[in-house]
C-alpha cells in the first residue's frame, strides 16, 4: 500500500470516516474539481464569512469563534494569493481545501463554520458570484466595443459603401449605419447581461444540503452582505439549479455569435479583394513563409472560438437534461464550460474593440466598390414611380431591362445617354441622373431607421446616451 499523502488523510477525517476502505487513486481523480474550482477561492471565502458573520449575529457561534473564523480566512486567503496552498485532488474542492487549511490553522473554531450549510448550497452560492461579476465584466467589455464602434460611426456618417443582401452588392450605405447595425446587436446584448444578472441575483446560501436546516438562520441577513437581491425561495431549487449559469451561456453564445458576424466581415474586407478596411498592425500577423502576408487572425479567432463559446452552451443544457431534483454530482461538471465561455468571450470582446479601435478605412474604395454592380437600379425604379407615376412592378421592369442595357454596353447606369433610356422608358427625363449618384441614394433613404446622415445622426446621438 502506497502511503497516504497528508491531504488524503485530511480527506478521511472530513468526508470519509464511515467507509473501512481507501479511495481509489482513480476515484480521487474523477471525483476532484479542484484544478478547476480553485479560482472560486475568492468567492468561497467571501460567502463562508457571510455565513459565519450570520451565525454569530443568530448566536449559532459565540463571538470569539466568529473572529478566529474570520481572521484565519483572512489568513486562507493570503497563502492561497501568495501561490502558498497546497492544492490536493484527495481534498476534492476550493470548498474543502478552504475549510481543511482553516481548521489547521485556527483549530476547534474551524470545524465549526459548516454549521447550517451544505457544500451544495455553498458551492450554488460561489458560483452565482463567480458568474456575476463576469457577466459585470462583460457589460464593461461591451461597454468598451460600444464606444469604439460610436466613436467610428461618428467619422464616418457621410462614408458611402456598398450595402450587400446575399453577399451581392444591394444598395448604397454609409459606413456609419453598417456600425451602428452592430451597435444594436451589442445593445441587445447588454440588455440580456443585465436581464441574467437580475434573475441570478439571488442567494442559495441556507439551503443547505436540499431541505433547509434546523438551526435558527437569517438569510436575509447573508443574501443581503453578499450583494444579493434575496435569498432563493425554495431550498430543493437552490442547490439544484443551473439556470443562472445557462442563461449566461446562452447570452454569451449570443453574443459571440454577433462578435464572430462582424470578425467574417474583418476578414473580408480586409482581404485585397476588398481592400475597404485595413486591420491594425497591432492586430494583424504576419506568414511564416510569405512575407508580404498581413493576416488578420484575432478576426479569424474571434470567429473560430464562436464554436467552443456554443459549445460550451450545449454541454452544459446536456448535462442538466434529464438530472433529477436535487443536488448530483454531474453538476461540478458547469463550472468548465461555464468558466471557458465567459473568459472566452471576454477576451473576444477585447479584441474586437481593439480592432475596431485602430480600423483604418479607405473610404474611396468604399466609395469606388459601391457604385459598382448597379446599386442604384431601386432609386431609378422608385424616381420612376414618383416622377413617372408608374406602377412599381412596371418600374420595376422597366429598369431590369436598363441595366441589361447598361451591362451590354458595360457602362454605369448614368452613363446610359438619355436618349436611349428613353427609348425603353419614355417617361425617363434629364433630372433622372440626380437620384442616381451615391450621395443622393444614401440621402434619399430617410425613412426612420434609414440609412440617410440625418437619421444616422439621431441614431448616434440616442446611441451615446442609452449606452455610452
Ligand atoms: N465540488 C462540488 C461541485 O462543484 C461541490 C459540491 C459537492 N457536494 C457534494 N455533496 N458532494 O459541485
Known amino acids: 500500500m502506497t502511503a497516504k499523502s497528508p491531504a488524503q488523510k485530511k480527506s478521511e477525517g472530513l468526508l470519509r470516516r464511515h467507509f473501512k476502505g481507501d479511495a481509489s487513486e482513480v476515484m480521487n481523480k474523477i471525483n476532484a474539481s479542484i484544478d478547476v474550482d480553485q479560482r472560486l477561492y475568492a468567492q468561497d471565502i467571501a460567502s463562508s464569512k457571510a455565513h459565519c458573520q450570520m451565525l454569530v449575529a443568530q448566536c449559532v457561534l459565540s463571538p470569539s469563534d466568529g473572529e478566529a473564523i474570520e481572521s484565519g480566512l483572512d489568513a486562507v486567503c493570503a497563502e492561497i494569493e501568495a501561490g502558498k496552498m497546497k492544492f490536493d485532488p484527495a481534498l476534492e474542492d476550493i470548498h474543502m481545501h478552504v475549510e481543511a487549511r482553516l481548521t489547521e490553522l485556527i483549530g476547534e473554531p474551524g470545524k465549526r463554520l459548516h454549521t447550517a450549510r451544505s457544500r451544495n448550497d455553498q458551492v450554488a452560492t460561489d458560483f452565482r458570484l463567480w458568474v456575476r461579476e463576469a457577466l459585470d465584466g462583460l457589460d464593461r467589455a461591451f461597454n468598451d466595443l460600444h464606444a469604439v464602434l460610436i466613436d467610428l460611426a461618428g467619422d464616418h456618417v457621410n462614408t458611402v459603401m456598398p450595402g450587400f443582401t446575399h453577399s451581392q452588392p444591394a444598395q448604397p450605405v454609409t459606413f456609419a449605419h453598417y456600425l451602428m447595425a452592430y451597435v444594436e446587436m451589442f445593445g441587445r446584448d447588454r440588455d440580456r447581461i443585465k436581464d441574467a444578472r437580475a434573475?441570478?441575483?439571488?442567494?442559495?446560501?441556507?439551503?443547505?444540503?436540499?431541505?433547509?436546516?434546523?438551526?435558527?438562520?437569517?438569510?436575509?441577513?447573508?443574501?443581503?452582505?453578499?450583494?444579493?437581491?434575496?435569498?432563493?425561495?425554495?431550498?430543493?431549487?437552490?442547490v439544484s439549479d443551473r439556470d443562472f449559469a445557462l442563461e449566461a451561456l446562452s447570452v454569451s453564445a449570443i453574443a459571440a455569435v454577433h462578435l464572430s458576424r462582424l470578425a467574417e466581415e474583418l476578414v473580408l474586407w480586409s482581404s485585397p479583394a476588398f481592400a475597404m478596411v485595413r486591420l491594425p498592425d497591432a492586430f494583424s500577423t504576419g506568414s511564416s513563409i510569405m512575407p508580404q502576408k498581413r493576416n488578420p487572425d484575432a478576426a479569424e479567432l474571434v470567429r473560430g472560438k464562436t464554436g467552443r463559446i456554443i459549445g460550451s452552451l450545449n454541454s452544459l443544457l446536456m448535462t442538466m437534461k434529464g438530472l433529477s431534483l436535487a443536488y448530483a454530482k454531474d453538476l461540478q461538471e458547469d463550472k468548465e464550460p461555464t468558466f471557458d465561455s465567459l473568459d472566452t468571450l471576454l477576451l473576444c470582446g477585447q479584441a474586437m474593440a481593439g480592432m475596431i479601435g485602430g480600423l483604418e478605412v479607405d473610404k474611396e474604395r468604399m466609395r469606388l466598390l459601391a457604385g459598382a454592380g448597379y446599386s442604384t437600379a431601386t432609386d431609378l425604379a422608385d424616381w420612376l414611380v414618383r416622377v413617372g407615376g408608374l406602377?412599381?412592378?412596371?418600374?420595376?421592369?422597366?429598369?431590369?431591362?436598363?441595366?441589361?442595357?447598361?451591362?451590354?454596353?458595360?457602362?454605369?447606369?448614368?452613363?446610359?445617354?438619355?436618349?436611349?433610356?428613353?427609348?425603353?422608358?419614355?417617361?425617363?427625363?434629364?433630372?433622372?441622373?440626380?437620384?442616381?449618384?451615391?450621395?443622393?441614394?444614401?440621402?434619399?433613404?430617410?425613412?426612420?431607421?434609414?440609412?440617410?446622415?440625418?437619421?444616422?445622426?439621431?441614431a448616434l446621438i440616442a446611441a451615446k446616451a442609452r449606452y455610452l
Do not use: H, W
Open 199 to 238: 434573475r441570478l441575483n439571488e442567494c442559495p446560501l441556507g439551503a443547505a444540503a436540499l431541505a433547509g436546516t434546523s438551526f435558527n438562520i437569517d438569510r436575509e441577513m447573508t443574501a443581503s452582505a453578499l450583494g444579493f437581491d434575496r435569498p432563493t425561495a425554495n431550498s430543493i431549487d437552490s
Open 391 to 458: 406602377a412599381f412592378r412596371d418600374a420595376y421592369n422597366s429598369v431590369a431591362a436598363l441595366v441589361r442595357l447598361a451591362k451590354d454596353r458595360d457602362c454605369a447606369l448614368e452613363d446610359l445617354p438619355l436618349v436611349e433610356m428613353q427609348k425603353i422608358e419614355p417617361c425617363v427625363t434629364e433630372s433622372v441622373f440626380e437620384v442616381l449618384s451615391l450621395d443622393k441614394s444614401v440621402a434619399s433613404r430617410a425613412s426612420q431607421g434609414g440609412t440617410a446622415q440625418v437619421r444616422v445622426r439621431e
